[in-house]
């Protein structure tokens, strides 16, 4: 009994990340119709950003935040508005290339500035924890669990309610009419493109909490991405957290099935990928369009 | 028509290279050369280099003592790198290119198992002779290659040292719990550890295995903080050592010891832990603290090879640079025995080659695997890598048991 409660706690928590994770992505996606392979290394850029701040200036990791949404948001900005705008609206095939280009130019750049080594962000308070009854809770991840659903509150909120959270959804309903209302769509995309890098070097900040740094963490963490927004349901916030929190509590129990079959030991825990993804096709197989995604005509 | 004439001249270059000698062949003037295609760039990068720098350390140590002799002939030495980019199959390419368009004598193994398996295959289909330093899986050694030699201690040993530390000490650690890697090495490891566990009277309470693209292993932890193990094993690499260390703390799992196959013998470890790293125990293929008496003909001592190193390159001696160093002196040993420079004359040197260095015994059985070295074990102990077991080259005791979160 304990376990499960202790289960449900680590997939919340390492859920909570996922979300976060695929957030960017899945708004890239479902407003720009990109996908967008370079996700995964804005993520890493995000995650040495926290590590160059703590280590050069002791900054707390999760102070760190705000600079990395600011510093990947212009990043973003500035790689729609100079190299994927010519490309937009360009078949799916296209953009996938060249945002494969941008993600292995992004990776050796890292490779040549920062190394090949393994690095980590240990604060003081690393492993600090708590129990409730009879279940741990370590506090950096509860921590990153509350920002996380902070940052997905205000993406969501930012989005319904201001302007140009309005116009951003108004693009992706129908980009004539709402270029005939004066939106100025190559904006939006800026913008959008902007947000999605941005929120990928927050996702980055605190993964760098519990995960060790190497240029190439990205691909992992790209996948993931990938079965959580289609998972939740393409392009919108609530997709992205419910998506997220199902992924981490799945693979949270995945880890303690343990059955033997004719002598065959099987493992869950190994099987922990394949698990997630057959839980992905049963969704995709009852509720198309994620399971909080809207049908589309 | 382009095309028909690219494959015409394709077929010819394929024609040429077949025709062309590929043993024996002649060293240019008094040298012997050997070939090695090394991770220069790439993600292994680092690792390639400290690999490049035992092979350089050795090269220029034998050429400014007289070279290698030879049925009473003196030879200089020569190495011709390629950078394999840490890709598999660049790394068998550029392996064919050194054997085939270089005409080296000999190969010296490339950085890893992966490369070093498809290396081998190459060695065995043109019969040169690799003598790899860096490559532990016992896969490259259980398909029947004749042609290549592994200097390392199999994958199956790597965490033995450190049940047999815990089995000796007060009070004795009775029971074990192993998590590990879904990939081959880590498996590898986990069933010697299991293995060695259980014929000693250890009892394994808990073992899982995670695939090794886990970025959070805190359900395995869940579960195995329930059976309270006396030692926490870990089959993995430096990321899940490091998502594994940090996953106990959040946990408060407490044993008596913590082990790890790969990780804090790698200042990398250490550095991101912290405080966290101190009382750890890793499984090394060498440290500078071994008391081995090496045979002459090159630094007897690990002390005065890892002096050099120091020296040349300004770092501590790795061991990635000994066991590279290592594979090296098979060569000398096994080129001084057999007279001859002939590969498969070597080759059968190589065989039989049975010589303590700096770096341990020199010896492998028929599968080319040197399964007579044990392993070191280490411990991080104030941040600083101190050998412990086995106890005849131990520079340090260990700190056993562990003491709890917070006060290490």
């Keep these: ?297 | 028509m382009k095309l028909r004439v690219t494959a015409a001249l394709g077929a010819l270059a394929l024609c040429a290279s077949l025709a062309a000698p590929s043993a024996p062949v002649s060293a240019a003037g008094d040298v012997i050369v050997f070939g090695s295609p090394v991770s220069l760039t790439g993600n292994l990068t680092k690792e390639g280099h400290l690999t490049q720098e035992g092979y350089d350390l050795w090269k220029n140590y034998v050429n400014a003592h007289g070279g290698i002799k030879v049925a009473g002939k003196s030879y200089k030495v020569e190495i011709k790198y390629y950078d394999d980019e840490s890709k598999n199959d660049t790394s068998a390419q550029l392996a064919e290119r050194l054997i085939d368009q270089d005409h080296v004598n000999f190969l010296l193994g490339p950085y890893g198992s992966g490369t070093s398996f498809t290396v081998a295959q190459i060695a065995e289909r043109k019969k040169i002779p690799m003598v790899e330093g860096n490559g532990a899986a016992e896969k490259i050694f259980n398909q029947g290659f004749k042609y290549t030699f592994g200097v390392l201690s199999p994958a199956k040993r790597y965490l033995e040292g450190i049940l047999e530390m815990a089995r000796a000490q007060k009070p004795a650690a009775q029971t074990v719990a192993i998590t590990a890697a879904s990939d081959a090495f880590s498996q590898e490891v986990a069933a010697g550890a299991a293995a060695y566990a259980t014929s000693h009277g250890m009892k394994v309470v808990y073992s899982n295995k995670y695939p090794d693209t886990a970025t959070d292993v805190s359900s395995i932890i869940s579960a195995l903080k329930q059976t309270n193990p006396d030692v926490i094993l870990n089959a993995g690499h430096l990321q899940d050592a490091l998502l594994v260390q940090k996953g106990l703390k959040e946990q408060n799992v407490l044993a008596k010891a913590y082990g790890y196959s790969v990780g804090p013998d790698t200042p990398d470890f250490a550095n991101a832990l912290g405080k966290d790293a101190n009382g750890v125990f890793g499984g090394a293929q060498w440290s500078d603290a071994v008391k081995y008496r090496g045979a002459p003909g090159f630094y007897t001592s690990a002390r005065e090879y890892a002096k050099a190193i120091d020296s040349t390159y300004h770092h501590r001696a790795d061991y990635h640079n000994a066991e590279s160093t290592a594979a090296c002196l098979a060569f000398q040993y096994a080129i001084e025995q057999a007279g001859s420079l002939d590969p498969a004359k070597v080759r059968d040197a190589l065989a039989k080659l049975d010589v303590t260095t700096f770096y341990g015994i020199l010896k492998f059985d028929n599968r080319g695997l040197n399964v007579y070295k044990p392993m070191v074990v280490n411990q991080i102990q104030n941040g600083r890598l101190t050998t412990v077991w086995p106890q005849f080259t131990a520079d340090g005791k260990p700190k056993y048991p562990t003491l709890a979160w917070g006060q290490r």
């Design chain 1, 1 to 297: 009994m304990h376990l499960i409660a202790q289960d449900l706690v680590n997939g919340i928590l390492a859920g909570g990340i996922l979300a976060v994770v695929a957030l960017g992505f899945s708004l890239v996606w479902g407003i720009m119709n990109i996908i967008n392979l370079a996700h995964g290394a804005f993520i890493m850029l995000g995650a040495y950003t926290t590590y160059q701040l703590f280590t050069a200036f002791h900054v707390d990791p999760f102070l760190s935040l705000p600079v990395s949404f600011v510093l990947l948001f212009a990043l973003g900005y500035l790689i729609q508005r100079f190299i994927m705008n010519w490309v937009a609206r360009a078949p799916v095939l296209t953009t996938f290339l060249l945002t494969f280009g941008l993600a292995l130019l992004i990776v050796n750049i890292a490779l040549n500035v920062w190394t090949g080594d393994t690095r980590g962000v240990t604060t003081a308070y690393s492993g600090a924890n708590f129990t409730l009854g009879d279940v741990t809770v370590p506090w950096t991840k509860l921590f990153t669990l509350v920002a996380a659903l902070a940052i997905t509150g205000v993406m969501h909120l930012w989005l319904t309610r201001s302007k140009t959270g309005r116009a951003i959804r108004a693009t992706s309903m129908d980009i004539g009419a709402a270029q005939l209302s004066g939106v100025r769509v190559t904006e939006i995309y800026a913008i959008v493109f902007g947000l999605g890098a941005g929120l990928a070097g927050v996702a980055g900040t605190l993964i760098s909490l519990s995960y060790a740094l190497n240029p190439t963490m990205g691909d992992l963490f790209l996948i993931k991405a990938f079965v959580v927004c289609v998972l939740g349901g393409l392009g919108s916030v609530q997709g992205a957290l419910v998506g997220g929190l199902v992924y981490g509590i799945v693979e949270a129990f995945a880890t303690q099935i343990d059955v033997t079959i004719g002598g065959q030991h099987i493992s869950g825990s190994g099987l922990q990928d394949a698990i997630a993804l057959v839980v992905l096709l049963i969704v995709l197989i009852v509720r198309p369009t994620g399971i909080m995604g809207k049908a589309t005509a």
